[in-house]
Nanobody, 120 residues
Framework: QVQLVESGGGLVQAGGSLRLSCAAS????????GRWYRQAPGKRRELVAG???????NYLDSVQGRFTISRDNAKNTVLLQMNSLRPEDTAVYYC??????????????WGQGTQVTVSS
């Protein structure tokens, strides 16, 4: 059974940094494309950053220059390095990924979410 397991959330002061990790476990499937979403209380879920199988990245305008998404194919992991955090970055962060095993592509897997809280 394939699972996306997130880690790295927590409480940090404004201006601080956190690194989120999303690992695919439980099968021989690898992460093809990976994305990080977030959802703050009372707000819609929004796409924060994405990375394709070829390494092309895209970012939400408000995190451009502060967040960096990357992948470690050897560890089957997608990372989100978050610097210069602001209180408005407070949200539950979710990993979303497409998984590939041979010729099979499984789309739109979700992790359980990890809380990020930035205090002012």
């Amino acid at each position: 059974q394939v699972q996306l397991v997130e880690s790295g959330g927590g409480l940090v002061q404004a201006g601080g940094s956190l690194r989120l990790s999303c690992a695919a476990s439980g099968s021989t499937f690898s992460i093809n494309a990976g994305r990080w979403y977030r959802q703050a209380p009372g707000k819609r879920r929004e796409l924060v950053a994405g990375i394709t199988s070829g390494g092309t990245t895209n970012y939400l305008d408000s995190v451009q220059g502060r967040f960096t998404i990357s992948r470690d194919n050897a560890k089957n992991t997608v990372l989100l390095q978050m610097n210069s955090l602001r209180p408005e970055d407070t949200a539950v962060y979710y990993c979303n990924a497409d998984l590939k095993g041979g010729v099979v592509l499984l789309r739109d897997f979700w992790g359980q979410g990890t809380q990020v809280t930035v205090s002012s």
